[in-house]
């Protein structure tokens, strides 16, 4: 039952998410990417955290991804590209923006 609700969360948390969007293009980007941990030593789980602890570091962040299973696809080559890395700041701080109005909607339900 708790991954169920843990889909659950998920799929609404998408559902209220356009690719158009900061969020949506790091999504994305996390949807392309396959993380494998047995080859980066990291697990997906810590790969995100390691973003919301450090977004100033995104351009470091993704090619770490990328590289999480030694294959750089044409998904991820295709997401990344819709990532601006040049100004990692103002694109993360759009995420995060984007994120507690998300926040917001739930809460109010």
């Given at each position: 039952?708790?991954?169920?609700?843990?889909?659950?969360?998920?799929?609404?948390?998408?559902?209220?998410?356009?690719p158009e969007t900061a969020l949506g293009k790091l999504?994305?980007?996390?949807?392309?990417?396959?993380?494998?941990?047995?080859?980066?030593?990291?697990?997906?789980?810590?790969?995100?955290?390691?973003?919301?602890?450090?977004?100033?570091?995104?351009?470091?962040?993704?090619?770490?991804?990328?590289d999480s299973d030694n294959n750089f696809s044409v998904?991820?080559?295709?997401?990344?590209?819709?990532?601006?890395?040049?100004?990692?700041?103002?694109?993360?701080?759009?995420?995060?923006?984007?994120?507690?109005?998300?926040?917001?909607?739930?809460?109010?339900?």
């Amino acid at each position: 039952m708790k991954n169920k609700e843990l889909l659950a969360q998920s799929m609404a948390f998408l559902m209220q998410t356009t690719p158009e969007t900061a969020l949506g293009k790091l999504l994305d980007f996390c949807l392309a990417a396959k993380v494998d941990p047995d080859n980066s030593g990291k697990t997906a789980l810590e790969f995100a955290l390691e973003l919301l602890d450090n977004p100033e570091k995104l351009a470091r962040w993704t090619s770490d991804v990328i590289d999480s299973d030694n294959n750089f696809s044409v998904d991820e080559m295709i997401a990344l590209e819709q990532i601006p890395l040049n100004n990692p700041k103002k694109f993360m701080n759009q995420v995060f923006t984007e994120l507690e109005k998300l926040e917001l909607q739930r809460s109010k339900n």
